[in-house]
């Protein structure tokens, strides 16, 4: 029988089990000089941070089960191949924007990758005081990039179809996301669990049929809708910045799926940002922050709109290319209008996932700290409920919204 060396790591073992490892050693100096601390603050791995007086790096480890929950809820290693594969992919299709990849061991499930610092995470920086200039146009453009170049549009046949096949045996992630995403929320589940005074708002949830339904379809396309490979767990948590600087990390929930769930599932954590504001800022501040959110949310997706319409008039190379099939240099109305019919489609998608996004937030097992860490609970408790009113409109009504702006209107208003 064969049985696995994988053991987890603890700051004390780390130095001794690394030691050997060429390309630690080569950033770091001798084992014997590293400093290591864990910092995982995330539901699922251990992470660690190794110092030494010649750089540092982090080493991200998979347990086998998930920590959020503890050994009761038992969890494969492999997440870490997959997150590995996807960050080489994604890595690949908008460089610089993740954390590059130094090493990655199968068995002992760890990444050995770029520390960040000072970068901090998203979340932080959202209820704080400080702007981030050029974040808005950093995820746009990333989303452009990666959703583009991971499809039909960018890939041939066999690479695509290949990838396809790796990242559908990422079944335990998916099915977390499935579960999790699309379904706990809206039913009782005993992982379910909400800020004291939201009971009728999760009741509601439960008994509203067109929400329901909404997440019901929206969950069809996610499973049935290989458009793209996605970060799969793309929420403000998953992000890290500086002032100049924007990086994604966490890839392990990589899946073939719909190019709206990775804007959907980020917008739709700027959005319970932006409710979270009034919890962490007196009336004037929470407004002037609150605007500023919203506005990074508009660059989001008018920086998405513009990166994609470019690499679709210049990169189409594909399977879905069609440059022959359009003769779009002497009459290129036939692809665009192709072009605008995806991303009226994308857009209407990207709603409704920010819309169901929003509502497993509140009411399922993960929640964002943006609003976790209003301490008042009445306060947060308010914040939470015009989220989930802003979350039903997105959902069921994403046919009828028309652009970045009224929805950001409608936002406002509701606050
Ligand atoms: P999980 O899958 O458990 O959520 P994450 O990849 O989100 O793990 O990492 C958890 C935390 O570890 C992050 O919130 C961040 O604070 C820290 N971290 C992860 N990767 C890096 C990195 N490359 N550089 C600096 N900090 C990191
Ligand atoms: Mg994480
Ligand atoms: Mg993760
Ligand atoms: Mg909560």
Redesign the pocket.
Do not use: Q, T, Y
């Given at each position: 029988l064969h049985k696995s060396r994988y053991e987890p790591l603890t700051a004390r073992a780390l130095p001794g089990r690394l030691a050997s490892l060429k390309s630690m050693g080569e950033h770091l100096g001798p084992a014997t000089s590293w400093r290591v601390r864990e910092?995982?603050?995330?539901?699922?791995?251990?992470?660690f941070?190794v110092e030494s007086d010649s750089g540092s790096l982090?080493i991200?480890q998979?347990l086998p089960y998930a920590?959020v929950v503890g050994e009761s809820w038992p969890m494969s290693l492999d997440?870490t191949f997959f997150?590995y594969h996807a960050l080489t992919r994604l890595l690949a299709r908008d460089p610089g924007r993740l954390?590059a990849l130094i090493h990655f061991d199968e068995e002992q499930a760890y990444l050995v990758?770029?520390?960040?610092?000072p970068?901090?995470?998203l979340r932080k920086a959202l209820t704080g005081n400080i702007r981030l200039p050029h974040l808005g146009e950093h995820l746009g453009r990333y989303l452009g990039r990666t959703l583009f170049r991971g499809s039909d549009l960018s890939m041939n046949t066999a690479e695509r179809k290949s990838d396809l096949a790796l990242f559908s045996r990422n079944v335990e992630l998916a099915g977390i996301t499935e579960d999790l995403f699309f379904t706990d929320p809206f039913m009782t589940h005993p992982r379910n669990q909400h800020t004291p005074g939201l009971e009728d708002y999760a009741r509601a949830a439960r008994e509203d049929m067109d929400l329901k339904l909404a997440a019901r379809s929206l969950k069809a396309k996610f499973c049935n809708c290989a458009e793209t490979l996605l970060h799969g767990?793309l929420h403000t948590?998953?992000i890290?910045v500086t002032e100049t600087d924007s990086?994604v990390?966490?890839a392990?929930f990589a899946v073939y799926g719909p190019m709206g769930f990775d804007i959907g599932s980020l917008l739709g954590n700027f959005w319970l940002a932006f409710f979270a504001q009034k919890g962490h800022h007196p009336d004037d501040v929470a407004r002037d922050r609150g605007g500023w959110i919203l506005e990074v949310i508009e660059t989001i997706w008018e920086s998405f709109f513009d990166e994609f319409s470019a690499l679709w008039r210049r990169e189409r190379t594909g399977i879905l290319g069609g440059r022959e099939f359009f003769e779009d240099a002497q009459r290129p109305l036939g692809s665009e209008i192709a072009l605008q019919q995806l991303l009226k489609q994308i857009w209407q998608d990207t709603l409704g996932f920010a819309g169901i996004e929003m509502h497993r937030r509140i009411l399922g097992l993960a929640h964002a700290a943006e609003l976790e860490t209003i301490a008042n609970v009445e306060e947060r408790a308010a914040c939470e409920r015009k989220s989930l009113m802003m979350g039903r409109v997105l959902a069921a009504n994403r046919a009828a919204l028309p652009d970045i702006r009224s929805v950001n209107r409608m936002a406002a208003s509701m606050n």
């Open positions: 910092v995982g603050d995330g539901n699922l791995n251990l992470v941070i982090v991200k998979a920590r997440r997150e954390p990758m770029e520390h960040l610092h970068h901090i995470i767990d948590g998953s890290m990086r990390i966490d392990e």
